[in-house]
């Protein structure tokens, strides 16, 4: 009985070592980065498995439908990884805002004269830049997701009784203003993630000066703002219209 109880205490203590190293470990700067460098990392390919499925556009409405069809019927999948995705991004921007704040309290008097030398304009503005995708991202759940911003187009079906993505995608691109706000939007996204690319393999000790990883920011946003922008700039000009592509 002794010998169960002690155990018991034993694991207990190391339980508690081990909660402690890690909330230090979060707290400390360099872990702050790993955590915004791994979770970034997660986001960033999400973010590319949505773009991908964002070009079956191109295919056509029983193309894009049935893809969507698929993702909708996975509830045991869906709502998981929607979680998951939701927790990721608020411990990164939760993670992000105190690192901002750390560097401050680091530097509390401003520069008479600031001028950077290694740093870039999307870098400096990184965070401001991460909560404007936030915003972003909010919209992009209530127009598609919740269907607040043009519900005359929310949850209509087509032929096969399955909800017509395809159309919602097609009726909301097709309005300027709209398509502006998504414009705006992945300017802003593709800048952010493009910066945060060479950050992520910098955090993680993976940036050498044998491999050009600078330049994997640059080709990270532009192939991301082509690929998202390039199915609704293709219903603005009327190329994918609501009776299919051509």
């Known amino acids: 009985m002794f010998a169960r109880d002690h155990a018991t205490a034993r694991g207990i203590r190391v339980t508690e070592f ?22 970034g990392l997660l986001l960033f ?15 056509g409405r029983d193309m894009y439908n049935t893809y969507a069809h698929f993702l909708q019927s996975l509830w045991e999948v869906k709502w998981p990884v929607r979680a998951g995705l939701l927790v990721l991004l608020i411990v990164h921007i939760i993670v992000a805002l105190g690192l901002v704040a ?30 404007a995708v936030f915003a972003f991202i909010a919209f992009h759940i209530i127009h598609f997701t919740v269907g607040w911003v043009q519900p ?16 919602m995608f097609v009726i909301g691109f ?7 706000v998504y414009f705006a939007g ?7 993630l493009g910066h945060g690319a060479a950050s992520w393999l910098q955090s993680l000790g ?9 330049r994997l920011g640059p080709l990270i946003a532009f192939g991301l703002f082509v690929g998202y922008m390039a199915p609704p700039t293709a219903v603005l000009v009327g190329l994918i219209r609501m009776n299919g592509v051509g």
Request: net charge positive; charged share 20%; no cysteine.
């Open 206 to 214: 993976l940036r050498h000066p044998k491999y050009p990883v600078d």
């Open 174 to 180: 097709q309005n300027p203003a709209i398509y502006g």
């Open 152 to 167: 005359e187009a929310f949850h209509t079906l087509d032929a096969e009784k399955r909800w017509d993505a395809y159309s």
């Open 18 to 39: 081990h909660m402690t190293w890690l909330v230090r470990y979060a707290r400390s700067s360099i872990g702050a980065k790993h955590i915004m460098a791994v979770t």
């Open 102 to 131: 750390k560097n401050r309290a680091a530097r509390p008097e401003r520069y008479a004269k600031f001028k950077p030398v290694v740093s870039s304009a999307a870098g400096r503005t990184m965070a401001f830049t991460g909560l």
């Open 45 to 59: 390919l999400f973010a590319v498995v949505h773009m991908i499925g964002h070009l079956q556009m191109f295919g």
């Open 186 to 192: 992945m300017v802003l996204l593709a800048l952010h």
